[in-house]
Structures are given as C-alpha cells and as structure tokens.
C-alpha cells in the first residue's frame, strides 16, 4: 500500500457548516428509539498540497436547511475561505453521491469540474427515484441541475474504482446509494479515506450497524470491508457525519475551532 516517493502528501480538512438531534434509531438499522439522542454533523472537505486543491463535496445552503429542519452554521466556503480557498476558483469537485447534503451548492463553484459515478447519476435519474424512500434524500431541482452541467461539459464520469490523481484513488461502494464513491487520500500519516456516508459515524463501521437510509444493505457492509482494505490503521477512516470528527482532531487554528478541523494527523485516544 504504499505510494511513489514522488508523490507529496496532501494535507486534509474537514469543514463543519451544519448540525441536527438525532436519535439512535435514526443512526441504526434496529436503533433503540429509547437511546439518548445524538447529534449529526454535516461536513465537505479539502485535499491539497503545494500543487493540487481538491474539494470533497459542497454540502448545502440556508434554505435547505430549513426545509430539512438542520441547524445551518454557516456556508462550507467560510470554512474553504479560512484555509485559504475561494470556492468561486476552485477547479475541481469531487461528488461522492447526489444527496442535498453533498451536492447542495454546487452554484457556488462556478469554474469546478464535478467527478462523479456512472452509477450514482443513473440511480438519481432511473427507476428507483419513483419510489419515496429513495429519493428522500435527493431534492429533484438540484439532480436537474447537475444533469445540466453534464450537457454543458463540466462533469466528469468514472464507472467504477480509479485512480484520480497523483496519491488520490476513488472507489465506488454503493450501499448508501447505488452510486457512492469513497475519497483515499495519501498523507503525512500514511492512506487516509474519507468515508462520506460510507460510514455515517464510526459506530456504524466498528460495531457493524448499518445506516438507515441505504439502497443495498449488503453492499453497505461489503463497503466497510473495502475501506478497511485501502488503509493501515481503520482509525485513518474518516465517517461522514459523526460530530466525534471534531473532537478527535484539532483545528489549524483558534479562530477555526468548531469549524475547521485537519484530519491528516494521529487522533486523540
């Protein structure tokens, strides 16, 4: 699993721009609804070094947080702005699926190519989006507008696992949804992944229940195995929505804390 010495490691951020109450049996399949509750968090992320700067995802705006009842902090790109990245220039976006928490400002990075999965485009617009349960995480406008940036040349396709850049590979999990692609990333610390909602929290992954809101079960914890396979140490992966993320890894800087935390790092016991 190792690298070309060639390769300069990227560093990895994760940017926190909203929260909602959970309870348990929202987080697991056969969740006791008794259990106390616990909170969700929604993040994007930056992978970079001295020669590339990758988002992971655009997450979503005021407005949707209201119709979704999510408590919004603030914009993903207060946090980009902090590391020093103006969504308006970035260039390239990685979509690890179509969900409005993944996808929801897109608007915002008016000069990026999307890269996204064959599979995941054909499940947000085929058979299965007739069918309220799993379309509730889609919302119709934005998966519109992405079929529009399609045709106006800037999304990128992979139809399965690829390696994307020097020290970067995507690999495609479904589970979540049939299209979902994980981010490996090469680090200072060695292979990092970023699970978005590969693994919503680690207690999904770790204590081997699944998330509620999935197209394939099965495939969903293959995907835990896949994740494990493509890293050292399991605690250099990354779930997608555990607010532990901010507790585990420190922020850059004071003025980042609650928002900005770097994940290319060893986290606290």
């Given at each position: 699993m190792t690298v070309d010495?060639?390769?300069?490691?990227y560093e990895v951020y994760a940017i926190r721009y909203a929260t909602?109450?959970?309870k348990a049996a929202e987080n697991f399949i056969g969740g006791d609804a008794h259990e106390t509750a616990q909170h969700m968090d929604y993040f994007v992320w930056l992978v970079r070094n001295r020669r590339h700067a990758f988002v992971v995802d655009t997450g979503f705006n005021a407005q949707a947080a209201e119709k979704r009842k999510r408590r919004f902090l603030q914009s993903p790109t207060v946090g980009l702005k902090m590391l020093g990245v103006e969504a308006a220039t970035v260039p390239h976006v990685i979509i690890t699926h179509l969900h409005y928490d993944h996808i929801g400002n897109f608007d915002l990075f008016p000069q990026a190519t999307f890269y996204l999965q064959d599979e995941e485009m054909a499940f947000a617009t085929g058979r299965y989006m007739a069918n309220p349960f799993f379309r509730h995480g889609y919302e119709e406008d934005e998966v519109v507008a992405m079929v529009r940036n399609v045709y106006a040349g800037r999304v990128r396709f992979f139809d399965g696992d690829v390696d994307f850049a020097p020290g970067i590979s995507l690999h495609l999990l479904g589970g979540h949804t049939r299209g979902l692609q994980v981010v490996r990333v090469?680090?200072?610390?060695?292979?990092l992944v970023l699970a978005s909602d590969g693994?919503?929290?680690?207690a999904n992954m770790r204590e081997?229940?699944?998330?509620?809101?999935?197209f394939n079960v099965g495939a969903m914890v293959d995907g835990w195995q896949i994740m494990r396979d493509l890293v050292e140490d399991e605690r250099f992966i990354i779930p997608g929505h555990d607010p532990a993320v901010m507790d585990l890894y420190e922020p850059p800087a004071e003025e980042m804390q609650g928002i900005v935390v770097r994940l290319d790092a060893e986290p606290r016991e």
């Open positions: 010495a060639a390769v300069e490691p909602v109450e959970r090469w680090t200072r610390i060695g292979w693994s919503h929290y680690y081997d229940r699944p998330f509620p809101t999935v």
